[in-house]
């Protein structure tokens, strides 16, 4: 058996979004708690995927090439969240305001193909965000959510993208391993 990467499916920002997000966030929350993940690794989760050998990454690739999507669509980031719960969270989110349930059925495309590739259900339900930071021990941010902040921008969404976890010692980095228009 081959070496195993650790794959999932996400809506990637775009560079254009991500610098206009990331001075939004400097000008709106300029000290985040926890381990701030960096600009470059932004992206919204559609599906964590997990170890996968070369031969189930090309039933996977095959499986989302044949995505048939409603095309591009926007969505507009909004208010900050947290996993499990404010008064004890790990992950600190931004949530989105607008473009949800196009966001949510992609997601469960992305699922149906997943799983005709041979790959177990997810158990979660979907619920979609772009996290921010993770908290290690666990945090009360209600403070923060208290405070309002609203990132307020669109951003466009026309492909998804199969990224690999590359794990190093500068911390985890994401590899585009292949991109899908919608």
Same mark, same amino acid.
């Not at 991500?18 to 000290?31: N, Y």
């Not at 926007?74 to 004890?88: M, T, V």
């Not at 259900?121 to 941010?141: N, Q």
């Not at 669109?154 to 228009?181: K, M």
């Given at each position: 058996?081959?070496?195993?990467?650790?794959?999932?499916?996400?809506?990637?920002?775009?560079?254009?979004?991500?610098?206009?997000?990331?001075?939004?966030?400097?000008?709106?929350?300029?000290?985040?708690?926890? #381990?701030?993940?960096?600009?470059?690794?932004?992206?919204?989760?559609?599906?964590?995927?997990?170890? #996968?050998?070369?031969?189930?990454?090309? *039933?996977?690739?095959?499986?989302?090439?044949?995505?048939?999507?409603?095309?591009?669509?926007?969505?507009?980031?909004? *208010?900050?969240?947290?996993?499990?719960?404010?008064?004890?969270?790990?992950?600190?989110? %931004?949530?989105?305001?607008?473009?949800?349930?196009?966001?949510?059925?992609?997601?469960?495309?992305?699922?149906?193909?997943?799983?005709?590739? $041979?790959?177990?259900?997810?158990?979660?339900?979907?619920?979609?965000?772009?996290? %921010?930071?993770?908290?290690?021990?666990?945090?009360?941010?209600?403070?923060?959510?208290?405070?309002?902040?609203?990132? $307020?921008?669109?951003?466009?969404?026309?492909?998804?993208?199969?990224?690999?976890?590359?794990?190093? *010692? $500068?911390?985890?980095?994401?590899?585009?391993?292949?991109?899908?228009?919608?």
């Amino acid at each position: 058996m081959g070496d195993l990467r650790r794959l999932f499916v996400a809506v990637d920002l775009g560079n254009e979004a991500r610098h206009r997000l990331a001075a939004v966030i400097a000008a709106g929350l300029p000290i985040l708690p926890g #381990a701030v993940v960096p600009p470059a690794n932004w992206h919204i989760t559609l599906r964590f995927v997990g170890s #996968a050998s070369a031969a189930e990454e090309d *039933r996977l690739l095959f499986a989302l090439s044949e995505i048939d999507s409603e095309g591009p669509f926007e969505l507009r980031l909004g *208010r900050l969240g947290a996993f499990p719960r404010a008064a004890k969270a790990t992950v600190l989110w %931004l949530g989105i305001e607008e473009g949800q349930e196009h966001l949510a059925s992609l997601a469960h495309q992305v699922e149906e193909h997943i799983q005709a590739a $041979g790959f177990s259900a997810e158990d979660r339900p979907f619920r979609g965000h772009l996290t %921010l930071s993770r908290l290690r021990p666990a945090s009360d941010v209600r403070s923060i959510l208290d405070d309002g902040f609203n990132a $307020g921008m669109t951003v466009p969404v026309g492909d998804i993208v199969v990224f690999a976890s590359i794990l190093g *010692r $500068g911390g985890t980095r994401y590899e585009a391993v292949d991109r899908f228009a919608l």
